[in-house]
């Protein structure tokens, strides 16, 4: 069982930055993939990034390329993601989520994730 719990939300004006974080429990962390996805009110949840196990490898959404970073520190059991020159369509709430089964790929569908957190919100005002 894996527990993870994002901080790091909150609101912002357009144009800002944020960093949020994701703690998990468990001495396993550092064989997950893991991904960052959001859920905007009336819309279904969406793909924004994800990062292998070694943090080597990442993969990003058109909509968020070139202005989030995802990264992890494994002895932290934390994954992070940089939030640059917010818009106000990234308003949403955000979910990390964890991927014991697939290490070393980079998924994009929530069906590919087995653990969530409980989501933090984002909103950023034009």
């Known amino acids: 069982q894996v527990h993870l719990v994002e901080s790091g939300g909150g609101l912002v004006q357009a144009g800002d930055s944020l960093r949020l974080s994701c703690a998990a429990s468990?001495?396993?962390?550092?064989?997950?993939?893991m991904g960052w996805f959001r859920q905007a009110p009336g819309k279904e949840r969406e793909f924004v990034a994800a990062?292998?196990?070694?943090?080597?490898?990442?993969y990003y959404a058109d909509s968020v390329k070139g202005r989030f970073t995802i990264s992890r520190d494994n002895a932290k059991n934390t994954v992070y993601l940089q939030m640059n020159s917010l818009k106000p369509e990234d308003t949403a709430v955000y979910y990390c989520?964890?991927?014991?089964?697939?290490?070393?790929?980079?998924?994009?569908?929530?069906?590919?994730?087995?653990?969530w957190g409980q989501g933090t919100q984002v909103t950023v005002s034009s």
């Open positions: 990062i292998t196990w070694s943090g080597i490898n990442k």
């Open positions: 468990g001495r396993t962390f550092s064989r997950y993939a």
């Open positions: 989520a964890a991927d014991p089964s697939r290490p070393s790929l980079l998924g994009t569908s929530q069906y590919e994730y087995d653990y």
